[in-house]
């Protein structure tokens, strides 16, 4: 039996599918692009196999065929709009058509083909105005405050794929990611049709450091409750597997201090790239690398831990390195193109 | 200048319309259904101006017309779908549709004819699991974990419409209403295109008392936070005219103590109406009034209070009384009535 991934071209999405793959499964990936040929080259040496269906969240038909093509035990759902506030401003509606009416209806088609579980991906996010609060955010008792339009409908889908698991009896599992650095992020406003605004500072710097040249960070830092992206793709899939879950909703992330980690991660880039270097932006002067939000306080992750078995990596150093053995591998590519 | 009331024929809009002409006030009435031929009849006697304009609300056009009709000060939005289980089950997208795009649509609309404010209509049951623990939900500190999708997609909208203002530069305010009892609600169920699916329970005997006959009340009672509805008319409109208004959000309600209300309701009517008597359910037997919900704890309405001035009746007794005048003069023509 197969998993299908919804949004597999997509950040969350090429995590999941290069989990299932790494791990020999079947795995049915839709979106409404390809697999970005990077991914796909690096996937095709995985012992799983990939199938790809292409097709916009939107359109209950495509999503249908794509769940069809295969006999599909769980759906990942990673697909959607992760926008940023000149997207929300000049076209909000998008945002909740695809973010919230999406989840509708994969939780449709999952009920119509006797899927036996589904995993959302809603995100920390939806924490909002709570997350600039001290404190650890859980899952049931933090007042879920959203600030964007992305953040309210992750929280609508959650509610509403709760709802819908209740009255249809589906086993639905909801994750609320922290915020990934690693591998397969790019900058959604630099690729054609990208839907994600987001471009973390890791990334930045990756993306930077294999062209060569010098970084400029703010002055202030601005940590956040960050997670090595090959975790998610684990854990996503730790949640579609296991027998049985007591909860609907799963924080998932890597529940350290992340504090200095920027900077950390400049330095070991430095080592790896000669030509890259860093410094802090003097008085008045404008950085070169930015952060999407400002510091956000953590989520507890001892629920997933406690019901799934499954534990991110915690050793920055660890995830350190082994996100440079992928730039160095993969990135000078993976940043240089455009499909 | 007008006011535009979306929804001018539900249950919360009518009580808006009447507080408005009952002001004097200009009112464009929008909404799919053209206002129920007994309430049109009642608000010609005051002496405000009421204009309707026919529409779904998810026809921007539609709705853009219905703005452009006349100068517009104000919109207050009241149009949802106020949905239940079994329309939930069979058809949760139109819920979503209706109460999160629709919003969007009615601010965006509100943005283009430059309207000072828009008063938009959440429910206290967004509030969801919180409301049935102990303890007084307050704005901004008690968890919102809406239950239904009705419940969600009334949080989202409020949420999104934060957003909104804030990136359009737009005066929103936000009310959370308590649970409407007293003139113009009838069962959605029982008239053509209908929208609402609960039918409170003073309703359902103030519908039996004019027929005439017998209740059968459940043993166990279930309270909610009541509030009169001509109180939530007038609170919309003082939302709509206070000059500032300090937050986005404001619990709507009566904010008192509503322990054995139904039994003193079915008093009030049996003293009114010699044809109608009401006992309690003997063991196994099925009582012929329904509850839409468990009991649920209050709302603190003292935000509301605070910034607007706004007190809702708090005396059962004057409540009932005016309820049952209205009941004497409109119930029988009212829930005869199908359009």
Not at 163 to 189: F, H, K, N, Y
Not at 268 to 284: D, V
Not at 310 to 336: C, K, S, T
């Amino acid at each position: 039996m197969a998993v299908l991934v919804t949004g597999g071209s997509g950040y969350v999405g090429l995590n999941v599918v290069q989990a299932l793959a790494a791990a020999g499964r079947e795995v049915v990936s839709f979106d409404r692009l390809p697999l970005p040929s990077v991914a796909a080259r690096a996937f095709a040496a995985l012992p799983g196999r990939i199938d790809q269906i292409q097709g916009e969240l939107r359109d209950c038909e495509a999503l249908a065929r794509a769940i069809a093509s295969r006999p599909c035990e769980a759906i990942i759902h990673t697909a959607a709009i992760t926008s940023g506030p000149a997207r929300e401003a000049a076209d909000p509606r998008p945002v909740f058509e695809v973010n919230v009416l999406g989840t509708i209806g994969v939780l449709e088609e999952a009920r119509r083909a006797s899927v036996r579980r589904v995993v959302i991906t809603s995100s920390g996010a939806a924490y909002g105005e709570s997350l600039y609060r001290p404190g650890l955010m859980r899952e049931d008792d933090t007042p879920v405050l959203p600030t964007t339009l992305y953040a309210t409908s992750k929280y609508a889908a959650e509610r509403a794929a709760r709802r819908l698991a209740e009255l249809w009896s589906l086993q639905v599992a909801c994750a609320r990611l922290g915020t990934l650095i690693g591998p397969w992020e790019r900058d959604g406003s630099a690729h054609p049709g990208g839907v994600r605004d987001n471009f973390g500072p890791h990334s930045q710097l990756a993306a930077l450091a294999v062209r060569g040249g010098e970084a400029v960070l703010p002055v202030d830092e601005s940590t956040r409750d960050w997670v090595y992206a090959p975790d998610v793709g684990r854990a996503l899939v730790a949640l579609a597997d296991a027998p049985a879950l007591a909860h609907f909703a799963y924080n998932l992330s890597a529940g350290i201090d992340w504090h200095g980690d920027v900077q950390a991660w400049c330095d070991t880039l430095a080592k790896r790239f000669p030509g890259f270097s860093w410094r802090l932006a003097r008085a008045g002067e404008a950085p070169t690398v930015h952060y999407t939000d400002r510091a956000r306080s953590n989520m507890d992750v001892s629920r997933l831990e406690g019901d799934t078995g499954f534990r991110a990596l915690r050793e920055r150093a660890a995830i350190h390195a082994a996100f440079a053995d992928w730039v160095e591998r993969h990135g000078a590519a993976w940043w240089a193109a455009t499909v």
